[in-house]
C-alpha cells in the first residue's frame, strides 16, 4: 500500500510540534516533510533538520522547474515542500506529516486529496496565543502581533479541515493527534479502491 498525508495548521504557538513530539512513539513510521524557505536561520536551527534554507533565487527556479508540492510567501518570505522526498515515503508505505499553512492546505488539497487528511491545532483561544508567543521570546513586539494577525484569519478555515486539536492539555491532545494518524492511515486512494474492486469481483 502506498502511504497516507496528513496536513496540520495551525497559528504559529499553537503546539504542533510538542503533540507530535509527545505522540512520536504511538503513531509508527512516519516521514516529517521539512520545508525549504527563503528565511534566515533561527538561532539552534540547522540546514536540512529544522529547514533546507536556501536563497531566494534559488527558490524560484525551483518554482519554475515545477520542484515544489506546495509553496508560499508567508511574512515575506517563501516556504514551500520539496516533491522528491514525499513521494519517496509515500513509496515505501510511510505517513508524510505536514507541517503547513492554509494557502499550503488548501494547494496540497488540489493536487492529492484522495490520500490526504488534515487536522487544525490551535490553543483553547487567543488570548492564550498570544501568552504562549511571548513565553517563547524567540520574536519581538512586531513579529508577535503579526503573528497574532494572521491567526484571526488562519481560525475561520478551521471548517476546510477534516479534525480539529484544541491543545489545552498536551497529553489529550497528543492522544486526540494518535487517532488522527489513524484515521489517516485508513484512507484509501481512488486508485486503491477501484483495484480493491476488481480484485474482490475476481
Do not use: C
Not at 529544522?50 to 515544489?68: L, M, P, R
Not at 513509496?91 to 488540489?110: E, K, P, T, Y
Amino acid at each position: 500500500m502506498r502511504g497516507a498525508i496528513l496536513v496540520l495548521s495551525g497559528p504559529s504557538g499553537a503546539g504542533k510540534s510538542t503533540i507530535i513530539h509527545a505522540a512520536a512513539e504511538r503513531i509508527g513510521e512516519y516521514y516529517f516533510s521539512i520545508s525549504t524557505t527563503t528565511r534566515s536561520p533561527r538561532d539552534g536551527e540547522r540546514d536540512g533538520v529544522d529547514y533546507h534554507f536556501v536563497s531566494k533565487e534559488e527558490f524560484e527556479e525551483d518554482i519554475k522547474a515545477g520542484n515544489f508540492l506546495e509553496y508560499a510567501q508567508v511574512h515575506g518570505n517563501y516556504y514551500g515542500t520539496s516533491l522528491k522526498p514525499v513521494n519517496d515515503a509515500l513509496d515505501r508505505g510511510n505517513l508524510v506529516i505536514f507541517d503547513i499553512d492554509i494557502q499550503g492546505h488548501r494547494l496540497v488539497r488540489a493536487k492529492m486529496d484522495d490520500i490526504t487528511t488534515s487536522a487544525f491545532i490551535t490553543p483553547p483561544t487567543l488570548s492564550e496565543l498570544e501568552v504562549r508567543l511571548r513565553s517563547r521570546s524567540t520574536d519581538d513586539d512586531g513579529v508577535i502581533a503579526n503573528r497574532i494577525a494572521n491567526a484571526k484569519q488562519e481560525i475561520s478555515a478551521v471548517g476546510e479541515y477534516d479534525f480539529f486539536i484544541i491543545n489545552d492539555d498536551i497529553e489529550k491532545a497528543a492522544s486526540e493527534f494518535v487517532v488522527v494518524t489513524n484515521a489517516a492511515r485508513l484512507k484509501r486512494s481512488t486508485e486503491e479502491e477501484e483495484q480493491f474492486i476488481k480484485k474482490w469481483l475476481g
